[in-house]
Antibody, heavy 113, light 108 residues
Framework: QVQLVQSGAEVKKPGASVKVSCKASGFTLSSYYMHWVRQAPGQGLEWMGVVNPSGGGTIYAQSFQGRVTMATDTSTNTFYMELSGLRSDDTAVYYC??????WGQGTLVAVSS | EIVLTQSPGTLSLSPGERATLSCRASQSVTNSYLAWYQQNPGQAPRLLIYGVSTRATGIPARFSGDASGTDFTLTISRLEPEDFAVYHCQQYGRTPYTFGQGTKLEIK
């Protein structure tokens, strides 16, 4: 069955970068649009961007452009998201999703000095 | 970008009652690509409805979705205890794939 297993929680200092992984099983990443969505504490969901399975092209939400990179590693069937220049308001749970149907368990990224 | 506004922010009802949740889009949603999710505390969202009105696999028939222009509705016909959660709408027809701010359905 489809599974998305994300890496563990991270604590980072302001200005640092974080890389979150999403290991896929039960399907091939290169056949599906893959997204990252985040949720700050007590807040709603915020779409961050998507990777196109055909050619690996990316579309990022404007609020993350220049700070985020999303990519897939087909050799390990793993999806990654790297966010740089972290600020305290980047503290959130980050989810990877397969299309709109399947979600990872979430990864808490806490940014604090 | 398409802004989705959900109402009410909190809905207090009793088990067995009917729940109607609203999601209004600031402009037309391409191809009726509107989804609803249910989220319980500490868990990832779960897809309930896609394409405005199609139930996802395993979703009970008491959940239904509808639309009138740019107004979208999620109806839960008869509330079960496990239905009390937060509900999110999302449009996925045009990037950025925006979400509403959520409606919390709580036990009265």
């Amino acid at each position: 069955q489809v599974q998305l297993v994300q890496s563990g929680a991270e604590v980072k200092k302001p200005g640092a970068s974080v890389k979150v992984s999403c290991k896929a099983s039960g399907f091939t990443l290169s056949s599906y649009y893959m997204h990252w969505v985040r949720q700050a504490p007590g807040q709603g969901l915020e779409w961050m961007g998507v990777v196109n399975p055909s050619g690996g092209g990316t579309i990022y939400a404007q609020s993350f452009q220049g700070r985020v990179t999303m990519a897939t590693d087909t050799s390990t069937n793993t999806f990654y998201m790297e966010l740089s220049g972290l600020r305290s308001d980047d503290t959130a749970v980050y989810y990877c999703t397969r299309s709109i149907t399947d979600w990872g368990q979430g990864t808490l990224v806490a940014v604090s000095s | 970008e398409i802004v989705l506004t959900q109402s009410p922010g909190t809905l207090s009802l009793s088990p067995g009652e009917r729940a109607t949740l609203s999601c209004r889009a600031s402009q037309s949603v391409t191809n009726s690509y509107l989804a609803w999710y249910q989220q319980n505390p500490g868990q990832a969202p779960r897809l309930l409805i896609y394409g405005v009105s199609t139930r996802a696999t395993g979703i009970p028939a008491r959940f239904s979705g509808d639309a009138s222009g740019t107004d979208f509705t999620l109806t839960i016909s008869r509330l079960e205890p496990e239905d009390f959660a937060v509900y999110h709408c999302q449009q996925y027809g045009r990037t950025p794939y925006t979400f509403g701010q959520g409606t919390k359905l709580e036990i009265k």
